[in-house]
């Protein structure tokens, strides 16, 4: 099938734009959470506490013991019960921001795009992720929507678009994470500006922070907060292990013209102070770049550490029109990701009508 977002004009919405819901996927006993369910499941109850604030939340379960265990967790800790939708849905893993669908608008209606998932490069079982958004694709409006797959593998969290159909991607994580793809850079990216009709794909091309093992998602390294500026991860530290990657980071993004051939504002977000290690000595990546946009609010990652103040006064001052909330990260960092890799944007008008 040919892909329709380069025919009929389907371009990707910043995820500041109005949204239907968030999409969840609770942790289980079949996924990596099972030796730490009920800590993790503190995690998930602060955002969805504080999500259904704001708007739905879609919460993905395994199975109805699942769903009943869900259920009483968040009736007792305060959540609007009347924002919650209940989905059942097998999967793998929680990190659905990766193995989700992409979702792009035209005049004609959206496309509803599900690339292939491998889960980053082959490191994890992963078939049931891989098939998540086929199956999340019966509880959208199918009416004006065409589904798309392509074996093409790139996640959710290595793609970052601003409003005037600008792509901001890491091309380092895509070569990791294709073992098998012969395209050269250039290729890569005129396949992206296809997929996603981009005016400009803008690649950096820097390693991961240390301890990331999705091969160096952007939406670690850097982001938009709106169309003129671009939030950054930095360290101050010369003993930090990330110094050299995100100066690398940094001499990338100042090249980076808009469509109006202005450079972007850059605005640095230092990482925690700590450099955080589990329990083999691993490295955490913990970085305050992972915030979550959510109608009229953005939610900021915590990690207990003395940065964690800094960080929630950038948003603020970078996001005045907006609420900014912090929630502790540190469970989602044991197991590599922090909160917008645990969630999903639904935008507006995307989902049926009896969801």
């Not at 999705?214 to 292990?241: C, K, M, Q, W």
């Not at 990690?303 to 103040?309: A, F, G, L, P, T």
Request: negative net charge; glycine residues 4%; proline residues 5%.
């Amino acid at each position: 099938m040919a892909n329709a977002s380069a025919v009929n004009n389907f371009y990707p919405l910043p995820e500041w734009y109005p949204q239907d819901a968030t999409l969840l996927v609770w942790p289980h006993r079949y996924s990596d959470w099972s030796h730490m369910l009920d800590e993790i499941s503190q995690t998930y109850l602060s955002l969805t506490q504080t999500i259904t604030q704001y708007q739905r939340v879609i919460i993905i379960y395994f199975n109805d013991e699942h769903k009943q265990y869900i259920t009483k967790l968040c009736s007792e800790y305060g959540c609007n019960m009347e924002k919650l939708v209940f989905i059942t849905i097998e999967t793998n893993d929680t990190w659905v921001r990766d193995y989700g669908p992409q979702i792009l608008f035209g005049d004609t209606g959206y496309q509803y795009i599900d690339f292939e998932f491998n889960a980053w490069g082959e490191q994890y079982p992963c078939r049931l992720d891989n098939l998540f958004a086929e199956n999340f694709f019966h509880y959208i409006n199918e009416q004006h929507c065409e589904y798309y797959r392509t074996p093409f593998v790139i996640e959710g969290g290595n793609l970052e678009f601003d409003s005037q159909a600008n792509l901001l991607t890491n091309i380092a994580c895509i070569r990791q994470n294709n073992p098998y793809l012969t395209l050269r850079d250039e290729d890569i990216i005129k396949k992206l500006t296809y997929e996603f009709s981009a005016k400009h794909v803008l690649t950096i091309d820097v390693p991961p922070l240390k301890g990331d093992d999705t091969g160096g998602h952007i939406d670690t390294l850097a982001r938009f907060i709106n169309d003129e500026t671009i939030v950054f991860s930095y360290t101050y530290d010369e003993n930090n292990p990330n110094q050299e990657c995100l100066l690398l980071l940094e001499e990338q993004l100042k090249t980076f013209k808009n469509q109006h051939g202005r450079h972007y504002s850059l605005f640095p977000i230092a990482l925690p102070k700590q450099v955080f290690l589990n329990e083999d000595d691993d490295y955490l990546p913990a970085s305050y770049v992972n915030f979550v946009f959510i109608n009229n609010a953005v939610i900021v990652p915590l990690y207990k550490d003395e940065h964690d103040q800094l960080a929630l006064d950038s948003f603020t001052k970078l996001c005045p029109e907006k609420n900014i909330i912090g929630i502790e990260a540190n469970y989602l960092l044991e197991q590599f990701g922090s909160l917008h890799c645990a969630t999903l944007h639904i935008p507006e008008n995307v989902l049926r009508e009896d969801i």
